[in-house]
């Protein structure tokens, strides 16, 4: 069975700080991985994607990496700010890729505090 | 660009009512659009997948009966929750793609508390 696994389930940092999400994964075949910001009560903004051949891609503070060896993710936010909190998704994305072969992660929940 | 909408934000709802839901891609033709619900604290739950012209697929444990999905066109999905109850309250998110892409852009999402 496909499944994500994030950790931690939810983390408190203080302004500033960095910190790094992590995500693991048993998809198969693996096609793509996606991390994904959910504010409060809205949709998920997509941050990164990444294929099998990357192992790393950034986003302004936020840098992604994947070992697909180990089926390991990690997302790094730099400097956080306030507006970080959230959601922070990881999405896995098996075969042809869209919604018919995603699995989510339950995410971790990021609170930045001032 | 690639801006989804949805439409309303929340709505709140009597028991036995029925609530419809829009999902429109503003700035591109989205073939497929997807349906999720999200409860507190839980992952997307992928409900149905639909593509534009044809019926949706559902989920295995979705009833197509009580979540109706339409796809008239390229730029609007609806998905119509009939005869709901206070279990189907939940936060309710579309995504859509564009035709041979592989990424999803999703809606803002809909809260519906069912009363």
């Known amino acids: 069975k496909n499944q994500v696994e994030q950790s931690p389930q939810s983390l408190i940092i203080l302004e500033g700080k960095n910190c790094t999400l992590q995500?693991?994964?048993?998809?198969?075949?693996?096609?793509?991985l996606r991390w994904y910001k959910q504010d409060t009560g809205r949709g998920p903004v997509s941050l990164t994607i990444?294929?099998?051949?990357?192992n790393t891609k950034s986003n302004g503070r936020y840098t992604a990496t994947l070992d697909a060896d180990t089926k390991q993710s990690s997302l790094h936010i730099t400097a956080s700010q306030l507006s970080d909190s959230a959601s922070y998704i990881c999405?896995?994305?098996?075969?042809?890729?869209?919604?018919?072969?995603?699995?989510f992660g339950k995410g971790t929940h990021l609170i930045i505090q001032p | 660009g690639a801006v989804v909408s949805q439409h309303p934000s929340w709505v709140i709802c009597k028991s036995g009512t029925s609530v419809k839901i829009e999902c429109r891609s503003l700035?591109?033709?989205?073939?497929?659009m997807f349906w999720y619900r999200q409860f507190p604290k839980q992952s997307l739950m992928l409900m149905a997948t639909?593509?534009?012209?044809?019926?949706?697929?559902?989920e295995q444990g979705v009833e197509k009966d009580k979540f109706l999905i339409n796809h008239a066109s390229l730029t609007l999905s609806t998905l119509t929750v009939t005869s709901a109850h206070p279990e189907d309250s939940s936060f309710y998110i579309c995504?859509?793609?564009?035709?041979?892409?592989?990424?999803?852009?999703f809606g803002p999402g809909t809260r519906l508390t069912v009363t």
């Open positions: 995500c693991n994964y048993t998809v198969s075949p693996f096609s793509n």
């Open positions: 700035d591109f033709q989205a073939t497929t």
């Open positions: 995504s859509a793609r564009v035709y041979g892409g592989y990424e999803q852009y």
């Open positions: 639909s593509n534009e012209g044809s019926k949706a697929t559902y």
């Open positions: 999405v896995v994305s098996a075969g042809g890729g869209g919604a018919d072969g995603l699995t």
């Open positions: 990444m294929t099998f051949s990357e």
